[in-house]
């Protein structure tokens, strides 16, 4: 199946190091070869790169690897195809509009039988089953709200759709509007929330280290979501399953 990274954080955040890492798993180090892709908010705006072809020799993701953009709210994906074709369509993360924001969207897993009909503005351009089933939150999230709500009030909202979707097969998720980052776990999961005082962190899939120490500030903090734990020497909390998560300024929220 397919990888996940997010990153949520209280002030603009170059994530060149964690990305570094978990684009080897797109062809080095693991075998998620069908496509990548990665999104950065910026503001209201949004930077949006995909490419079909691996990660680890994509031009593109060199380009992100050495071009250190920085935000608050960052989702990535690395694509092993269960349903559709390895096109650019098919990338992840998708995007769609919503009360002015910019929403954004990726995932791992394989959802069987789960095709909605969509009768509202979101329809999938590709044809995967991530696309279909991230217009149908979008839409369910309209007919919910008339406006746009609070981050509490969309996390009750996300729980019960997801609580709906996931009996239809593995649904690990990605969201954000640039304000939260929410994270469903629904097989494999993992995060780390990172303050001061911080250290040296090692990546599990290249020979790299970084003293964060050096590159942050004490009232920094930052909240990584991986699939799988992207650093060997740090205490990633593994999500339990079928559990949403919401991160806002660098931390995990508690009900």
Same mark, same amino acid.
Not at 37 to 48: N, P
Not at 156 to 165: M, P, S
């Given at each position: 199946?397919?990888?996940?990274?997010?990153?949520?954080?209280? =002030?603009? %955040?170059?994530?060149?190091?964690?990305?570094?890492?978990?684009?080897?798993?797109?062809?080095?180090?693991?075998?998620?070869?069908?496509?990548?892709?990665?999104?950065?908010?910026?503001?209201?705006?949004?930077?949006?790169?995909?490419?079909?072809?691996?990660?680890?020799?994509?031009?593109?993701?060199?380009?992100?690897?050495?071009?250190?953009?920085?935000?608050?709210?960052?989702?990535?994906?690395?694509?092993?195809? =269960?349903?559709?074709?390895?096109?650019?369509?098919?990338?992840?993360?998708?995007?769609?509009?919503?009360?002015?924001?910019?929403?954004?969207?990726?995932?791992?897993?394989?959802?069987?039988?789960?095709? &909605?009909?969509?009768?509202?503005?979101?329809?999938?351009?590709? /044809?995967?089953?991530?696309?279909?089933?991230?217009?149908?939150?979008?839409?369910?999230?309209?007919? /919910?709200?008339?406006?746009?709500?609070?981050?509490?009030? !969309?996390?009750? %909202?996300?729980?019960?759709?997801?609580?709906?979707?996931? &009996?239809?097969? /593995?649904?690990?998720?990605?969201?954000?509007?640039?304000?939260? !980052?929410?994270?469903?776990?629904? =097989?494999?999961?993992?995060?780390?929330?990172?303050?001061?005082?911080?250290?040296?962190?090692?990546?599990?899939?290249?020979?790299?280290?970084?003293?964060? /120490?050096?590159?942050?500030?004490? %009232?920094?903090?930052?909240?990584?979501?991986? %699939?799988? &734990?992207?650093?060997?020497?740090?205490?990633?909390?593994?999500? &339990?399953?079928?559990?949403?998560?919401?991160?806002?300024?660098?931390?995990? !929220?508690?009900?």
């Amino acid at each position: 199946m397919c990888q996940l990274l997010g990153m949520n954080a209280n =002030t603009p %955040t170059d994530v060149t190091f964690s990305f570094t890492g978990f684009a080897e798993r797109a062809g080095h180090t693991a075998d998620h070869v069908d496509g990548w892709g990665i999104a950065f908010f910026e503001g209201k705006g949004l930077r949006h790169f995909v490419d079909h072809e691996r990660a680890v020799d994509s031009p593109v993701a060199e380009l992100i690897r050495r071009y250190p953009i920085k935000s608050r709210n960052v989702i990535a994906h690395i694509r092993k195809a =269960t349903q559709g074709e390895v096109r650019l369509e098919n990338c992840h993360p998708f995007v769609r509009e919503l009360w002015g924001q910019y929403w954004v969207f990726a995932h791992n897993g394989d959802l069987k039988d789960f095709r &909605p009909r969509l009768h509202a503005s979101f329809h999938p351009v590709g /044809s995967t089953d991530s696309e279909h089933v991230f217009c149908w939150i979008m839409q369910e999230l309209a007919k /919910s709200h008339a406006g746009a709500p609070s981050v509490r009030e !969309l996390t009750l %909202t996300l729980r019960e759709l997801a609580a709906h979707i996931a &009996p239809h097969g /593995s649904f690990n998720f990605l969201l954000s509007n640039g304000q939260a !980052l929410w994270a469903h776990a629904s =097989t494999q999961l993992h995060c780390i929330e990172r303050q001061h005082p911080f250290a040296v962190a090692q990546l599990s899939d290249e020979d790299l280290s970084l003293d964060f /120490s050096t590159c942050t500030t004490p %009232t920094d903090r930052v909240a990584v979501i991986a %699939t799988a &734990p992207l650093t060997r020497n740090e205490p990633w909390m593994r999500m &339990p399953e079928r559990s949403l998560h919401v991160f806002v300024d660098g931390q995990r !929220l508690r009900d």
